[in-house]
């Protein structure tokens, strides 16, 4: 322990909806420097457990610290980015891809948003990183779903935040792309620093990307090595739940 | 030939509203390439009816019209985002409650008001009539609306493109919306005795609409947006003058056959490339628009 706050601590968190109550104290330590698998079946509590990371959703007890900061400081430091969901993104909006990655930058600039050098040269990196130069004028709407996530990818990349976030990362991603992605997330941990934290319900490739799984249920059913916490047992109980309660 | 351009524009009303003709249209298809991405498009309508009491009032005290008008455009988008969040009714009904609500207001003071507000100059403008300080405050007002969405245009677009990215980087959604909508409130206003309330939607829904399917970037939506803009108006105030008919309506309507060309003819998002590009399956579906209620204002 160097005594530096860990990259996000989530203690005691509850959350919920009117009527539906979606966490139940829920405590969560993402070490810096690590990769954080959030599994859970749909309807575990993972979006809503992102929002009140990203300080999008207002919890009704518990809080939230990343890097030691309210979220809403992170925020502002430029301390975390996020890649956002398949679905929530408008493809008929007119914008290039790197338009999409350079807005990764706009925490970086001045309230008109102006580039300069610097600003280019991430995001040709980060476009270069997820195998997207070739296809950088090309309109967000006119790549397949990988291509797409990984374009956002690049610009949380560009963002060069110390904790990233990504949601559902591997949903409607080809092989080829679920590959890069993984690579490029390990690449991040080991040479950026970066902390980085998946939500998922997909099982396939997280015991071999994350260094730490907590399976999710409206509370934390389990939580450590992917090992240990990928047990039938354990998954039985995460997502047997739900097939219970959804019959 | 040339007389049917210079004769016009012997006469100074003529100058006068061909000159506020531009400088509103322009200045609303700006506005709008924003509102028809971000699917305010009713939101334009809203603003622009709920004025009418606030202009009525305004005449009633004494005070500048566009004062009246700004105040209540602004009250109208509280209202409906305050009742949209508030209750479970959707956007779409609060904003149908509340404009239809100010605009009645407006009637009814305006029946109770002996005074020489002309209901049919609000409703459809008055552009003939333009005196040359109606100008000069439509090209300051527009001026100061271009320069502000000009200089924050990418953060703007941030916010029509992805607020929980904008939210993400620390960017305050909410006051970035409000002043879009301020910017919506003063240039209805300034619109008003070019179009008047009914017509001025118009100028902030269709030559964005019509960019959209014409182009691929957001910045050249922008030159679309206005230079078709700026050609209605044209168009718009010259038929007026020789065939005799309203100008806000020509204007409006040139707007209108402009957007009808982009919806038939328009490269790959037209309906006429989309049907032959599908031959023997179906056209692909409008997706490449989005519907008008895809994103509500936070």
């Known amino acids: 322990m160097t005594g530096e706050p860990a990259a996000v601590v989530v203690s005691r968190l509850s959350a919920g909806y009117p009527g539906v109550r979606a966490l139940e104290s829920v405590s969560i330590t993402v070490p810096r420097r690590s990769i954080c698998a959030l599994l859970g079946a749909n309807g575990s509590g993972k979006s809503t457990l992102f929002k009140s990371l990203l300080g999008l959703h207002r919890p009704s007890a518990g809080s939230v610290r990343l890097f030691g900061l309210e979220p809403a400081k992170a925020r502002r430091r430029n301390q975390v980015s996020y890649v956002p969901q398949h679905e929530q993104v408008d493809a008929s909006f007119p914008i290039s891809v790197e338009q999409v990655v350079m807005m990764g930058r706009y925490g970086h600039m001045g309230l008109t948003r102006r580039t300069r050098p610097a600003d280019r040269l991430a995001c040709d990196e980060a476009l270069e990183q997820v195998g997207l130069t070739e296809l950088r004028r090309r309109g967000i709407g006119e790549l397949s779903g990988g291509q797409r996530k990984r374009a956002f990818l690049a610009r949380a990349i560009a963002q060069q935040s110390p904790l990233m976030l990504l949601d559902e990362p591997f949903a409607g991603v080809d092989r080829g792309s679920e590959q890069l992605i993984s690579t490029v997330l390990k690449a991040l941990r080991d040479q950026s620093d970066t902390t980085v934290v998946i939500s998922t319900h997909h099982l396939a490739g997280v015991a071999d990307l994350a260094d730490e799984v907590v399976l999710l249920h409206q509370r934390v059913l389990a939580s450590g090595l992917p090992e240990d916490v990928l047990t039938e047992e354990q998954l039985g109980r995460s997502f047997g739940a739900v097939l219970r309660e959804n019959p | ?298």
């Not at chain 2, 459809?124 to 320069?147: R, Y």
């Not at chain 2, 006051?175 to 902030?204: D, E, F, R």
């Not at chain 2, 939506?221 to 038929?239: E, R």
């Open chain 2, 1 to 298: 030939m040339i007389e049917i351009l210079t004769q016009p524009l012997e006469f100074t009303f003529m100058q006068h509203a061909l000159a506020a003709a531009v400088i509103s249209s322009v200045v609303c298809a700006m506005l709008s390439c924003w509102l028809v991405l971000m699917g305010w498009s009713l939101m334009g309508e809203a603003v622009a009816h709920s004025i009418l009491p606030g202009i009525v009032l305004a005449q009633i005290f004494g005070l500048p019209m566009a004062l009246g008008a700004f105040v209540f455009g602004m009250l109208a988008v509280l209202l409906i985002g305050g009742i949209s969040g508030d209750s479970t009714l959707k956007h779409d009904t609060s904003i149908g409650v509340v404009f239809t609500s100010l605009f009645a207001l407006g009637l009814v003071l305006i029946s109770r008001t002996p005074s020489e507000t002309h209901l049919t100059h609000i409703l459809f403008g008055n552009v003939l009539g333009i005196s040359q300080a109606d100008l000069l405050q439509t090209a300051g007002l527009g001026l100061a609306t271009v320069a502000v969405l000009l200089a924050l245009r990418r953060s703007l677009v941030l916010l029509a493109f992805d607020k929980i990215h904008a939210h993400t980087i620390g960017m305050s959604t909410s006051v970035l919306s409000i002043l879009l909508l301020t910017l919506l409130a003063l240039t209805t206003v300034t619109s008003l005795q070019t179009l008047g309330i009914l017509l001025v939607v118009a100028m902030l829904v269709v030559p964005g609409a019509t960019a959209l399917l014409l182009c691929r970037r957001f910045g050249w939506m922008l030159v679309v947006a206005t230079g078709s803009a700026a050609a209605s108006a044209v168009l718009g105030v010259y038929a007026s003058y020789w065939f005799d008919t309203s100008t806000g309506g020509s204007i409006v309507l040139a707007q209108s056959a402009q957007f009808a060309l982009a919806y038939l003819f328009a490269p790959t998002k037209g309906m006429i490339p989309r049907l032959r590009q599908g031959r023997g399956r179906r056209a692909a579906p409008l997706s490449t628009f989005p519907p008008l209620d895809a994103k509500d204002p936070a």
